[in-house]
């Protein structure tokens, strides 16, 4: 999915090519950059662990540690619906 087509008001994962993870309600994106709310930011560099961190957050909920935050929308690399992230 394309960050540009995420539904408003839903809760999405966006991954950086740097390593960061966003996970947070979707509001709004532009050409430069996207606008997310109650969202928790990490920098995760193993796969694995921060696939395990998507999962534990789909099942139990997202653990908001910025109220707002705005993505360069260059840095993503993958978007996905938090929905669809398979629980533990």
């Known amino acids: 999915m394309n960050i540009q ?19 947070g ?3 709004s994106a532009n050409g430069f950059s996207a606008l997310l709310h109650d969202c928790d930011v990490r920098d995760i ?3 694995a662990a921060r696939e395990q ?14 109220r707002d935050v705005q993505v360069d929308v260059l840095q993503v690399s993958r978007v ?3 929905r669809d992230i398979a629980k533990l």
Request: aromatic share 8%; glycine share 8%.
């Open 25 to 27: 309600r979707f509001d």
């Open 5 to 23: 087509d995420a539904p408003h008001g839903i809760n999405i994962v966006v991954e950086t090519a740097k390593g960061r993870l966003y996970i």
């Open 80 to 82: 996905r619906l938090l």
């Open 53 to 66: 961190h998507i999962r534990e957050t789909a099942t139990y909920g997202i653990d908001v540690r910025e």
């Open 45 to 47: 560099a193993d796969p």
